[in-house]
């Protein structure tokens, strides 16, 4: 009778988890028996097919009527991206965090004149690790903890949260993941940050100080951190993370590529635009990148036996092999996150695959169909 009663109560509370699995809950990394029991509690949604580049890309009020800042409500969530934040907190995106991949890429085009390749490769990639690929929603950042019947369900992860692929180690004005909260704005780095304006940039944030201050947290990192982790895809996002607020957080009618602090605060921490902010003029990719990496050159590795035990990773790939970056994420990163799809599962994974491959179907690499074509 106890051994009947303990499984009626395991399974009620099993039960309760399925039904309550958020629709933006991501599907990486789970057993075939907990993916059978969750997606058929999912509403299946075809893939949107994401909006090509922007005819209009000049630069244009986009901190409008039309998209005023509003504080957060209750159950509105925000992540480690503060342009992401940004585009949720002014509308551009919904204001509770969670939107299609194809709607990521409209807001970060309307509101930042973000290039549609660039658009397109960033969002399907953090999508299909982090994004729920039965229902196309994906959230900006967060957990969900689950509520119900004792113990407790445990929380489920939804949106950037996969370390070491978007968020991850040495980030400007995060901490990293094994100091603890790596999502929350850090006003200590942030200072770190103005204290390198102020020495390089007399009190502006550019390029200078973009490859002054990114050389720093790579530094502290390897110094603070026994588990500091700077390979691709990391190692491309951290030099783009530098250069991203040069590129979307300066007011398009401004030319001379200085971000005010104060500006840089409002993005960082309060994930707001100046009032009448404009963006871009003309498309923006990760423009000094190369710039940013010059300053300090650095292979991507790790600590391999606690701090200051930096090691060269020569299987990462790096600034001069871009497409085995496309080639290790498709058959390392979302393999081992999904390595036997099946059905709609198997279907979704494809086209997203496909819409991924869009962003850099222009840099000669080869497309690579790890579960079949059809």
């Not at 807001?107 to 658009?119: C, I, S, T």
């Not at 957080?249 to 104060?262: A, H, K, S, V």
Request: glycine share 8%; proline share 7%; charged share 20%.
């Amino acid at each position: 009778m106890r051994l009947l009663s303990t499984f009626s109560a395991f399974l009620a509370l099993f039960t309760y988890r399925v039904i309550a699995f958020p629709a933006y809950g991501s599907l990486a990394g789970l057993t075939r028996e907990q993916l059978d029991a969750i997606i058929p509690s999912l509403e299946i949604r075809e893939p949107a097919t994401p909006p090509g580049p922007l005819k209009d890309t000049s630069a244009k009020l986009v901190n409008d009527k039309a998209h005023p800042w509003k504080p957060l409500k209750s159950g509105d969530i925000r992540g480690p991206c503060p342009g992401l934040n940004t585009l949720a907190s002014h509308g551009w995106l919904p204001r509770d965090g969670i939107a299609s991949p194809a709607e990521i890429v409209e807001a970060v085009q309307e509101g930042f004149n973000m290039d549609n390749g660039l658009a397109l490769f960033v969002t399907y990639a953090a999508h299909l690790v982090d994004g729920n690929l039965i229902t196309d929603k994906l959230s900006i950042g967060g957990k969900t903890k689950l509520t119900g019947p004792d113990p407790p369900a445990p929380a489920i992860v939804g949106g950037l949260n996969t370390h070491a692929v978007f968020e991850g180690d040495t980030s400007m004005t995060r901490a990293d993941f094994f100091f603890g909260d790596n999502h929350d704005f850090n006003e200590t780095l942030f200072d770190e940050m103005t204290k390198f304006a102020n020495k390089f940039g007399a009190g502006k944030y550019n390029l200078t100080v973009a490859g002054e201050f990114r050389w720093q947290r790579i530094q502290d990192s390897i110094a603070t951190n026994p588990t500091m982790s700077f390979v691709s895809p990391r190692y491309f996002t951290a030099y783009a993370e530098s250069v991203f607020p040069l590129n979307f957080f300066i007011d398009g009618r401004q030319t001379d590529g200085q971000l005010d602090m104060t500006v840089a605060r409002g993005f960082f921490q309060n994930s707001k635009m100046p009032d009448g902010f404009f963006r871009a003029n003309g498309t923006r990719s990760a423009d000094g990148i190369d710039q940013v990496a010059a300053a300090h050159p650095i292979e991507p590795g790790k600590n391999v036996n606690g701090v200051n035990t930096y090691t060269v990773d020569p299987t990462s790939a790096d600034f001069n092999s871009f497409c085995l970056l496309y080639t290790n994420f498709v058959n390392q990163t979302v393999r081992s996150l999904y390595p036997n799809p099946t059905g709609a599962l198997r279907k979704a994974l494809n086209k997203n695959l496909d819409f991924f491959f869009q962003g850099i179907n222009d840099d000669g690499c080869t497309q690579i169909f790890p579960f079949g074509k059809d």
